[in-house]
């Protein structure tokens, strides 16, 4: 039975993210024991939070160099971690903090990785996991005889621990990190308005605009300025994410779409998965390359005028036969 650890990392306020108590729970579900690590700030009374989840042992690295996210320190001390629990088997989450440096991690501690985890097992104490091939159309079960095995888990794959803090009385792990691990350092952050921001992982719903919002409206007239506004305006009043088919971010460059759109919002064969409990298509005609990004979406709407497109298929639980344009202006007015 391979020795496990679960490795997190605490937030700038030094809380552990949800992704992490994700990890908590896919460890537990493995029905074998496992340690708990932690890094970044407050590392140790992170560790206290977690104390009731059923670990063996608690790691830990709160040293002020790994305070902020930098592959350089995160990498030392996440190796660092894996070599002082001496665990086999690494879960660990698929944030942006450990993306970035656990492939590093893996080759400093002789290990193999795998990414963009969805499932694991464990048949008798031959650990396997699952994780989509060939643009989320495969999905694949796997297993590996080489360890360490560091596997990185998908974020909304597992519900997130809950459980009461206690003492955790985690083990403090020395890290002897060199000067040129300190050469960066984050002095700040950009980003958009809390208003202006669009992808919203944590958002209850995701909302999905398609072509049809620029194109001539039963008036023979486009109105861009108008779907804009509704659009943002529903976003705003529901703080949706805010999705889009592949027809809609292709013709950004022609100067027809909406300008708070990119290619950063699209959704499907070619763009993202998300996972939101409930789905909202508005202008879009349901096509499998676009809906194969909709698998993980719990309940799914949509809004069309045609009542024999994609969506009516069987890819829509609910289908509205009506005009986008008419329907969001009502359901604005409704929210506000």
Request: glycine residues 10%; contains cysteine; hydrophobic residues 45%.
């Amino acid at each position: 039975m391979a020795k496990t650890l679960a490795l997190l990392h605490t937030q700038a306020d030094g809380t552990l993210p949800k992704a992490a108590y994700e990890i908590l729970t896919a460890a537990a579900a493995l029905g074998q024991p496992f340690d708990v690590a932690v890094l970044g700030a407050g590392a140790a009374a992170a560790a206290d939070a977690v104390q009731g989840c059923g670990a063996s042992a608690f790691y830990a690295v709160g040293d002020p160099a790994v305070a902020q996210p930098r592959y350089a320190t995160d990498a030392a001390a996440a190796a660092a971690l894996i070599q002082a629990s001496g665990a086999e088997l690494v879960l660990a989450p698929g944030t942006s903090r450990f993306s970035r440096c656990l492939p590093g991690v893996a080759h400093r501690v002789g290990a193999q990785i795998d990414t963009h985890i969805v499932a694991l097992g464990n048949d008798g104490g031959a650990v396997s996991a699952q994780r989509w091939f060939y643009r989320q159309r495969i999905l694949g079960a796997f297993s590996r005889a080489a360890r360490p095995w560091v596997l990185v888990v998908d974020a909304g794959v597992f519900a997130p621990w809950q459980g009461a803090p206690g003492a955790a009385d985690a083990q403090a792990v020395a890290v002897a990190f060199a000067d040129d691990d300190l050469r960066t350092a984050v002095t700040g952050v950009q980003k958009p308005a809390a208003d202006a921001q669009t992808i919203r992982p944590e958002a209850k719903l995701l909302f999905v605009a398609g072509a049809g919002w620029t194109k001539k409206q039963k008036d023979g007239e486009c109105h861009i300025g108008e779907a804009g506004a509704l659009i943002l305006d529903f976003l705003g009043k529901a703080q949706a994410s805010l999705g889009s088919s592949k027809s809609l971010v292709d013709i950004q460059s022609e100067g027809e779409a909406l300008s708070f759109m990119s290619h950063m919002n699209q959704v499907g064969q070619t763009g993202s998965t998300p996972r939101h409990p409930k789905g909202l298509a508005t202008c879009c005609h349901g096509e499998e390359p676009h809906t194969v990004g909709w698998r993980f979406i719990g309940e799914r709407r949509a809004v069309s005028l045609d009542p024999n497109c994609g969506w009516a298929q069987g890819k829509a639980d609910v289908l509205y036969v009506a005009d986008a344009f008419e329907v969001m202006a009502k359901v604005n007015a409704a929210l506000a």
